[in-house]
């Protein structure tokens, strides 16, 4: 009988499901969007109910509209967004909702982090910096602080895959891979939650779930939701890992200097390594694949950036794409191309709100710099592309110091990957050939991939990552015609932030 593999995708305001077969062939995918908490733009979680609705929904429309028989499915797999961190109660109920990487009220207990561990400590063990939201130490000392009875009332603190898997199998873990992101975890090599970390930070061990590889089996099906539409009980669930771990998995980031760039609402460079030596200006952590780090070089908000203007000062293109075979990204990257490379000086920084590498700023906020009375919309709408490309270079620039190795060229996958006029603006500024790979939803594939090899379908994650198509739909090579204006914008794109970023905790509503 043909075997079904079952990959969730939680990501920041949607959930993907993907089901391959036994080949890694896929079936089919689904999506469906759900609600976000967010009161006011310091505070970002995830409404968990209408997150499971989002999931049984694209789960019936695989099973009754693609006519997959959920009767195949051998294992379930997750990938989600990192961090999101939930406190469980002790029947597991969650008596806090999943706290994101966006969500700014732990500032403060960020600066507690470093100041009592020491920021070289903490790097020393962790891999990482405390930023609010962005490693979930921090949200878990916001809750201890700011919520003490809820604390006091919490078996487990857990990840969105953790919540996930406990949603469909009554237990709790916690992959290395989202662990590497707590500021609790030895990420160089220990494998372990450190007691010297949680001590100093004032975190009970005892609240952290059990630890285990992105293969492990937690637990077999016993969700009646899943049941119900004929997932057979007792299928079993499998751990997972971060989304953009998954997400290389897939496209084939499994070896020491393979690298990968993700294009969606964050741009992300991820470099495979096997070596656990790391520098601060990454998000580094342990990969899906055993034995294995990945630096991520993350700008949080580049594509996010983009979606901005076109909602806010291109209406017109939104309404003109209304009926059109364009949509309005298309109408917008044919606008940008008008503009002179260089947009006639004007210079973006994406730090729309706050910004993880390399400069790990929660107050810093997107800048234009260079307008003139001359600017029109398309250098603006140009200048947002290149200011993703001018830190994409920063972030090359950087793993090649580190590793000691050049990048002449990366994959790119995700949403915004097949972006022809975006990808030639990278490419050209960071001087690296770009292969686009045909397939947009690499994170529910990878997360597939991982329960293929946790039940065994698979021998081992690189035969699972070898089997995908990686069709690759265009190789974009760079050029240097542009290169001497794309040096001196560089040049503004990289000494700009340092010399105003006093001015951005003066004009701050965080404390």
């Known amino acids: 009988m043909e075997k079904y593999l079952l990959g969730v995708d939680v990501g920041t305001t949607s959930i993907k499901v993907a089901i391959i077969d036994e080949d890694a062939n896929v079936l089919g995918l689904s999506s469906s969007s759900y609600h976000m908490i967010t009161p006011n733009q310091d505070y970002a979680q995830i409404d968990t109910e209408d997150m499971w609705q989002a999931y049984c929904k694209c789960l019936r429309l695989l099973f009754n509209g693609k006519k997959l028989d959920p009767g195949k499915v051998k294992g379930i797999s997750i990938s989600s967004l990192c961090p999101g961190v939930a406190a469980f109660g002790a029947d597991g109920e969650i008596l806090v909702d999943p706290i994101i990487y966006s969500d700014r009220r732990s500032t403060e207990e960020a600066e507690i982090i470093k100041r009592e561990v020491g920021e070289d400590k903490l790097f020393e063990i962790t891999a990482n910096t405390a930023m609010a939201g962005a490693i979930s ?13 809820v604390y006091e009332k919490t078996k487990y603190f857990g990840h969105v895959n953790t919540l996930m898997a406990y949603k469909m199998s009554g237990e709790f873990a916690f992959d290395y891979s989202n662990a590497s992101y707590t500021a ?20 009970d061990i005892e609240k952290l779930p059990p630890l285990h590889p992105s293969t492990y089996v937690v637990g077999g099906l016993i969700n009646q939701d899943l049941i119900e539409m004929g997932i057979p009980s007792g299928t079993p669930i499998v751990i997972g890992g971060g989304d953009t771990a998954c997400a290389t998995l897939a496209a084939g980031v499994t070896d020491a200097g393979d690298v990968c760039e993700s294009v969606g609402t964050t ?4 470099i495979c390594v096997d070596q656990p030596k790391f520098d601060h200006s990454f998000i580094n952590r342990c990969h899906v694949v055993e034995g294995k780090w990945i630096y991520q070089g993350a700008l949080s908000h580049t594509g996010a950036s983009y979606q901005w203007f076109r909602d806010e000062f291109c209406k017109d293109l939104k309404e003109e794409a209304i009926g059109c075979h364009n949509t309005a990204f298309e109408l917008m990257n044919m606008e940008a191309e008008e503009a002179n490379p260089g947009s006639d000086g004007l210079v973006f920084l994406p730090y729309m709100l706050g910004e993880r590498s390399p400069i790990w700023d929660p107050y810093a906020r997107g800048v234009f710099f260079g307008l003139s009375l001359h600017t029109t919309r398309k250098e ?4 947002i592309m290149e200011g993703c490309g001018y830190g994409l270079r920063q972030l090359a620039e950087i793993a090649e110091r580190v590793t000691g190795n050049k990048i002449e060229s990366f994959t790119s996958i995700g949403g915004g990957a097949k972006s022809e006029t975006w990808a030639h603006i990278k490419a050209d500024i960071t001087g690296k050939d770009i ?3 045909d397939m947009n939803d690499m994170a529910p594939i990878g997360a597939a991939l991982l329960a293929g090899t946790g039940v065994g379908i698979f021998k081992d ?9 990686k069709n690759v739909y265009k190789v974009i090579r760079s050029s240097d015609e542009h290169k001497d204006v794309y040096d001196k914008r560089y040049q503004v794109y990289t000494e700009l932030y340092p010399q105003i970023k006093e001015l951005y905790k003066i004009g701050s509503n965080l404390h």
């Open 184 to 203: 609790l975890f030895e990420t160089t090599g220990g494998y372990k939650w450190s007691e010297f970390l949680c001590e100093k930070i004032g975190i």
């Open 380 to 383: 603006m709408n140009r200048a």
């Open 137 to 149: 130490g921090t949200s878990m000392l916001w809750v201890k602080r700011n919520l003490p009875e």
């Open 267 to 270: 741009n992300v460079l991820t």
């Open 435 to 437: 292969i686009i790979l």
């Open 461 to 469: 994650v690189y035969e699972a990552s070898a089997m995908v198509d």
